[in-house]
Structure formats: C-alpha cells, structure tokens
DNA sequence: AATTATCATCGGAAATTTACGATCAATCGT
DNA sequence: ACGATTGATCGTAAATTTCCGATGATAATT
C-alpha cells in the first residue's frame, strides 16, 4: 500500500464522528447501514455527517451501495486490514524484533 | 487502548510531515534522532516541525530524551502496536471471520 | 403527476491547523 | 563570563476543516 493512500486512511479516521461511524459500519458488517442511519448514530446534522461520509469514502474505508433510494454504507475491511500492513511493516521491516510481541498479541485475538 | 488516545495517535499520523517523521523514527531505533536531524529531513523551518512534533510526542507517539543540549526523539513502537490492536479488534472482536486473513498476512512479514 | 423520503451539494460562518519569523531558555565550548 | 548552538514558545497570517441551513437531485409512494 502506498503512504498516500494510508495516509488518507488514516486521516480520514483522525476525527471522532468518522471514527465512531466507522467502527459502528464494521460491526454491522456484512449488512451495512444506511446513511439515514449513520446520521442519526452521530447526533450531527444531515449535511454536516454527509461530508464527513464523504472523507471515508474518498479513503476508501467505506463502500456505499445504492439499494432503492437509501444508500447503503459497508465497511472496507481489506482498507483496514491493508493500513495495518502498512504500519506493520514499518516496525517489522526494519526491526522484526520489535515485531514481534505486535504479531502475538494479535492472534490472540 | 480507549479511542480517545487512539483518536489522537490516528489524527497525529494523518499529516505526511508527522507520519515521516515517526516512520523516520522507527527506522533509526533503537538509537532515535535528534530534533535538529529530524528538522533537516523534514524540509521544514524549525519552528514548524516543532509544532509537528509536539502533536507526536503528546499523542505518545514520540518519546523525547533529553541529551546534552541536544533532545533525541525515539518512536514509541508500544503506542503504534496499541493501535494496531485497537483497530484489529474493531474487527476481530466483533467478527473474528473478518481477522483471520489479516492475521494471517500479519504473521508473514 | 404530485408528494414524500433520502441523500448530495452549495454557500458561508466559526474554529482549527499549518506555516513562518522572531524571541526566549538552556546548555555547551571557549 | 561570553558567544554559539539547540530547540521550545509567541504572535500572526493563510489555509483548511468543521458545522449548519438551504437547495437540488433522484427514487419511491400516493
């Protein structure tokens, strides 16, 4: 993955109200939720959550997917799995050591 | 991890300044770089990258060390490996179908 | 066809971020 | 003690982000 484009990634998550959606998107996968339904999670108006729709979708976090006239909105979890390649790879790259116990903790999971 | 402080290491890596920086960083560990070094790499004036840097070390990104006159800045690889497991179980928490592809890529580098 | 529902976009105000030069504080070398 | 180096902080201007109401566009409903 390119440092541009995780770049976008993560600030397109540096925020609390794309942050929260997108959490929110992940754990309704593989369904989505509508952005009628993103809107009202956030407490923001209409408009305003819209353009910070817009900023996840730009990044490529989330996949919107017209179904009538609701637009529904799914988590791109390959986008996330792919940032976390990214930031693996600068402490495993060069240091794999450090690597390590990041590599363990995670297949706990 | 709570998501206040990922939030904010999120926000702090979503500035290409700051996110070469800290790739800088974790490419020079265990040893770090002095301030000044880091200025030099960013092509910014020296009171610019200071701001950046504080965002960094105030996100816990950034662990300064003070060195003569001199201050070494080392990358916090448990901040980055906090995040990296904030965002796997946004995913692996909730649907561990989702985890264990990236897991699995993860595991290789 | 007219109305309603859903969501994007426009225009603009307020807040925040980013960037710079200048100054200040601390430490080192002489 | 004095001058030089290192890096943080102040003041400030420009750019960007954030937020909102209003308007537009499209699709479903009546």
Do not use: W, Y
């Not at 609701?70 to 996330?80: E, F, G, P, S, V």
Request: charged share 20%.
């Amino acid at each position: 993955m390119e440092t541009d484009s995780s770049l976008a990634i993560l600030a397109a998550l540096g925020h609390p109200t794309r942050l929260d959606a997108f959490r929110l998107l992940v754990r309704h996968e593989p369904d989505g939720l509508s952005t009628g339904q993103l809107v009202e999670a956030s407490g923001l108006t209409q408009s305003t959550f819209s353009t910070h729709l817009a900023v996840l979708v730009k990044a490529g976090l989330v996949l919107p997917e017209k179904r009538g006239r609701q637009q529904i909105q799914r988590a791109n979890i390959k986008a996330l799995k792919d940032l976390m390649l990214f930031l693996a790879k600068d402490c495993c790259q060069g240091r794999p050591e450090l690597c390590e116990p990041l590599v363990a903790e995670l297949i706990c999971c």
